[in-house]
């Protein structure tokens, strides 16, 4: 199937022909038809398959063919494209002028982190193609200088993202603001039972279209790991970039502090390296990720924020220096290589407290990922910690192992103490207290004598021994008045 067959305008043919397009990806060929159809579309597939491209391009020719076409007034937007992160806003309004370069239409992005008053110029003006995120989406509606009223088609982009970072309210109050006979739209690369409920809730008998597994990794992919404590980590990774020759990375960390300081140890070693995080303003963002597509830049020392919809064309390498929290988020993070039919490779540096983490990424996935060792490194700080996948010893035999071994584990009394005597011999029970051997402590028990209780013949505590003691203050204060 090619382009042509789907019933696409000459413009859009001639704008895919110039960006090297000729063949529709699987997600692509089901979604784009549908689209065109006008019915609600609920689409999944790997992470590099084309999903941008599945929405803008029917997304452009629905608007175009509209009867009675008309340039939208003022604040008023046609079609509304909502996406969690900035840098995804950016990159989909950039396909959205890519592939509708001869179609005379306007878009704008509108995101925080830089100033509102440039987005409220273009919004004055109308727009044909608003691509937002939530947040200030909300703050133009609440300054009025933005209509919903007159959205035509509603694009949710990487659905499940947005529901992880806490927009479902933000998602609610914005739908409620567009009309309802509208057509809608949700595209994510992965099928939760959250994103099932939304889909019911906002859409209307929405077509399902899912051309690979729920939260499959792409097969384009080679997937490894390597054990390393937390304090090797850093002498591993120079390791790894030099041994491999890596000339391209986009690095994973779990904290923006971490990013810094990772990328800052790279520029140390003489590696270039920048770090892109939220604590970062929009334009130091997109320069970093500017020099970093253009190769001035060898590094990109990343946070979770750049594991949604960056799209780095033919990206060698990913490594996760740090796994993810969720399972599901390493999906992501590999995905920014192995697109496009290009091959890549993900490494992961796993230390002690992260095995659970790498189990769980296994079960996702259900295939164990392989299991490296670095060629030449010797660790500056020893390892800590055994291997258990070349030990062949699973975690519970291992514990198993340490609570036997250990000196506070219980032992019966015939079988714990060496040479112990059937308990009907009493001939253990003439040696002295002080010559018994603890077989559990290792040294000498003795038994101390205890120390014999007070005679009373009341309590302490007792009315009795209150009067008494009463009495026997009155006897001296009588006593020293008579001296």
Known sequence: MSFDSIGLRPELLRALRDAGYTVPTPVQAEAIPVILEGRDIVAGAQTGT???AAFTIPLLQRLWDTPNRQRPHARQVRALVLTPTRELAAQVEESVRRYGKY??????TVFGGVNMNPQVYALMRGVDILVATPGRLLDHV????????????????????????GFIKDIRTIISLIPANRQSLLFSATFSDDIKRLTDTLLKEPVLVEVARNNAESDLVTQSFLFSSNANKQDLLIHLLVQENIKQALIFVRTKHGADRLSVHLQRDGVSAVAIHGNLSQMQRMRALSDFKTGRVRILVATDI??????????PHVINYDLPHTPEDYIHRIGRTGRAGVTGEAISLVSSEERNVLYGIERLIKK???????????????????????????RQSKSRQKRQQSPFAFHPRETSRPGAQPAGNDS?????AAQYQSADR?????????KPKPLSSAPAHSSHAVEGSREQR???QFSQKGD
């Not at 164990?368 to 699973?394: D, I, K, M, Y």
């Not at 253990?428 to 002295?432: F, S, W, Y």
């Open 474 to 476: 009155r006897k001296v």
């Open 103 to 108: 179609m005379p239409m306007s878009s704008t």
């Open 142 to 165: 609440n300054q009025r200088t933005v209509d919903l009223s007159k959205v035509e088609i509603l694009v949710l982009d990487e659905a499940d993202r947005m529901l992880d970072m």
């Open 428 to 432: 253990r029970n003439q040696k002295p």
């Open 442 to 450: 290792g040294h000498a028990s003795v038994s101390m004598p205890r």
């Open 306 to 315: 750049a594991a949604r919809g960056l799209d780095i064309e033919q990206l």
């Open 368 to 394: 164990r990922l392989e299991q490296r060792q670095a060629v030449g490194f010797t660790p500056a700080v020893p390892e800590n910690f055994s291997n258990e996948r070349q030990s062949g010893v699973s």
């Open 50 to 52: 084309g999903k941008t």
